[in-house]
């Protein structure tokens, strides 16, 4: 699994930003370490994640974190059902199986490198980042009662995304007249940039009126009526509000002469 789409990454390589001196890392933004690929271990970022998210970050920034990710991730679906069957999991294991350990101590042939990594058996990894020391964080510190406090937090946000994804759209707001609105569509249409449906070879401009009032907010009076009149280019309303349009240099290019 490559949960890179998942999270939000910086884009440019933590080798690269050692160098400027200047950088002001953002607060919630993953380091990019991909450079250790492919020896890099798949869960990787899945792990660091999982210890910002539980136990770096302060509880009361758990939601601007999430939504943080959320906001500049390149897949929200896969990063909502890496909450929902990663990170909510790994908290019930965490609350239920943590065991404090003092063992620690180098593994057999590891090899340590830059910022805290170690290769193994070629395999990159950070041990800062690792499930059992989460476990020996979470047991050593009593913090059962925090993790289940930040899964409220999670599952409540994921619920709030499954509110919105089901949620019917929202209608664009348009600031200008519907006549204005109706003689643009109908142009895109004319011009072949968008279909609609049609009655005996004509356009439907009952259905497309009823159709653009789903999908726009008007503030008028009788919006679909007025719409109606004016996606009719046999009306003489239409034909006068075209003219103005014209004389104003409006004019969009056959669909075929545009990129």
Avoid at 6 to 14: E, G, R
Avoid at 20 to 29: L, N, R, S
Avoid at 51 to 68: A, R, T
Avoid at 182 to 201: F, N
Wanted: negative net charge; glycine residues 4%; proline residues 3%.
């Amino acid at each position: 699994m490559n949960y890179n789409d998942a999270f939000a990454i910086d884009n440019v390589s933590y080798l690269e930003r050692k160098k400027d001196k200047g950088f002001t890392p953002e607060k919630y933004k993953l380091q990019n370490h991909d450079y250790h690929k492919p020896k890099l271990v798949k869960d990787f970022y899945l792990k660091y994640f999982t210890k910002e998210l539980l136990f770096e970050i302060d509880i009361l920034e758990v939601k601007e974190f999430l939504q943080y990710h959320y906001d500049y991730c390149d897949n929200p679906d896969l990063y909502f059902k890496v909450l929902d069957l990663k990170i909510v999991t790994k908290i019930d294991e965490l609350t239920e199986f943590a065991q404090a350990s003092f063992e620690g101590g180098e593994m057999y042939n590891e090899i340590k490198l830059e910022d805290g990594f170690v290769e193994n058996e070629g395999f990159i990894d950070h041990k800062m980042y690792c499930y059992s020391l989460m476990s020996h964080i979470t047991a050593f510190s009593n913090l059962q009662s925090d993790l289940t406090k930040r899964k409220k937090i999670i599952e409540s946000f994921i619920e709030l995304f499954r509110v919105k994804e089901n949620a019917p759209p929202k209608p664009l707001k348009w600031v200008a007249g519907p006549a204005s609105l109706a003689i643009i569509i109908r142009e895109l249409i004319d011009k072949g940039y968008m279909e609609a449906d049609r009655h005996r070879g004509e356009i439907n401009c009952s259905k497309l009126s009823r159709d653009l009032l789903k999908a726009f907010d008007l503030k008028a009076d009788n919006p679909e009526k007025t719409l109606e009149i004016y996606l009719s280019n046999g009306n003489k309303r239409h034909a006068d509000a075209k003219a103005k349009f014209d004389r104003m240099d409006f004019f969009i290019p056959d669909v075929n002469f545009t990129l």
